[in-house]
Structures are given as C-alpha cells and as structure tokens.
C-alpha cells in the first residue's frame, strides 16, 4: 500500500492537513525576532527610556539569546493583543495610560510579510505531494489575514491552500478549537480526518481541543520536543519530513 504520510498509521490517509504558519511554514525568528527588539529600540528613542528591558520576560524573549519561549505571548498571541500588552508594560514602567498609548502608538510597526518570509524548506514538494492524493490544505495563524496572505503569495504556495483562518476573522483564537472546527466545517472534513502541523503547544492543544486525526510538531519554530512531545502524536524535524521521499510522491 502506498503511504501518503511518513508519519502516522500506514493506513491514515488524511482529508485535510492544516498548517500554522509562523514556525511552521516560514523561519519564526526571521520574522518576528527582528521586530521585537526593533519595537524596543523605537519604545526607548520614543520614550527617552530604556523601556526596552521591560518586554523581554512578558513576551516570553530571552534577552541573551533572543530564544522565543513556545508558550510566550509573542509566540502565540495576535498583533492586536501584543499591542495591548505592550502598552500594559510601558504602563507599569511607570508611565500613565495616556502615556503609554502615545509612546506605543509612535513606535509601533508590522513587520515586513513578503521580505522578512523565509520558508523553513521547500513547501512545494510536500503541498505537491499532498494536493496529487487530493487531500486538501489549509492554514491556521495569529497573525492577521492582510499580511498572512501577502506571505502564502510571496511564497508562491497560496494557489495550493483551500482555507486560511486568521486572528482577525473573528474567533477565538489557539489554543481554542474554533479554527480547526471552521476549517473543517468549511471543507466538509470531520476532524478526526485531519491532521494539524504545528510548531507550538498552542498548535498542539488547538489540534487535541477540536478532535484532530494526528498531531504533528515540528521543530522549525519556538516549541522544543521536550515541550511539544506530551501533546504531539509525532514530532519531525520539518514539514518537509511529512512526506516519504518516494519518486511516486515527489514527482
């Protein structure tokens, strides 16, 4: 028998496989690593303080290092929410509300999703592989709908995907099973035929909370195997390890 996952029961030929995006699909810190400490710098020019040192511990960032924590808020919470907690901090640095919303509106920024988007591997040949079998594909983010779509564009994989959820399309967000549900809603798939493929605890409790088929981490993103291995049914090195490197599936 063919296997159409490298993962998983020989058997399991899934209907829908969705991805998280961010650490999953493209590199977490090319993206968002840079921001964050680009979003202090501005917070500490705009505030003539060193308002900067107050956001590492909150965010879930290791100053040292940069290390994003798998379970910190700028891993898993929406741009919206980030906002709002960083104004929180700039509060409890010891500015007023007033204050805070002036500084934080000087200095915010979205970073760039087309220039700052580097895919973790070749994200074709495993949507090839995937689409041949007619198992459908979907992507299940935080981040907003506007650049989440100018990122799957400049990837050149939007074509591929049959659904995109996003933090602002109105539901609750990861690690709630409204996103999962509504994809499979959507695409007429029962969750226990599914397969959710992502790089955080978050992604894994989303996957467990709405009944998936198989919880796949990979260890492209923020989530460690220590941290994803009691909620993953399989870890994997990349989503480009999903599929057997047979010439039947790749070609």
């Given amino acids: 028998m063919e296997r159409v996952l490298a993962v998983g029961p020989a058997t399991l030929t899934p209907a829908l496989v969705i991805f998280d995006k961010d650490g999953t699909l493209i590199d977490f ?56 907690l960083t104004v929180e901090l700039v509060r409890q640095a010891g500015f007023d509300a007033i204050e805070a919303e002036r500084f934080v509106a000087a200095a915010w920024f979205a970073p760039d999703p087309v220039a700052l988007a580097q895919p973790v591997g070749d994200l074709h040949a495993p949507f090839a592989a995937l689409r041949s079998h007619g198992i459908r594909i979907a992507v299940a983010t935080t981040d907003d709908r506007a650049p989440t779509v100018a990122t799957l564009d400049a990837l050149g994989i939007a074509a591929s995907i049959d659904r995109v959820v996003c933090a602002d399309d109105g539901l609750e967000v990861k690690p709630a099973p409204a996103m999962v549900l509504m994809l499979c809603r959507e695409l007429g798939v029962q969750p226990e035929d599914a397969v959710m493929v992502g790089d955080t605890v978050a992604d894994m409790l989303m996957g467990r909370a709405a009944g998936i088929g198989l919880n796949v981490g990979v260890l492209t993103g923020a989530g460690t195997a220590d941290e994803l291995s009691p909620l993953a049914d399989v870890i994997l090195p990349s989503i480009v390890d999903l599929i057997p490197t047979s010439p039947a599936l790749n070609s």
């Avoid at 968002?32 to 505030?47: A, N, V």
């Avoid at 040192?53 to 290390?67: K, N």
């Fill in 29 to 84: 810190d090319a993206m968002w690593g840079g921001w964050f400490f680009e979003l202090g710098r501005r917070l500490d020019r705009t505030s003539g303080r060193l308002l900067s040192t107050h956001l590492h511990d909150p965010m879930g960032v290791d100053p040292t290092t940069g290390a994003v924590r798998a379970d910190g808020p700028l891993a898993i919470l929406p741009m919206a929410e980030l906002r709002k």
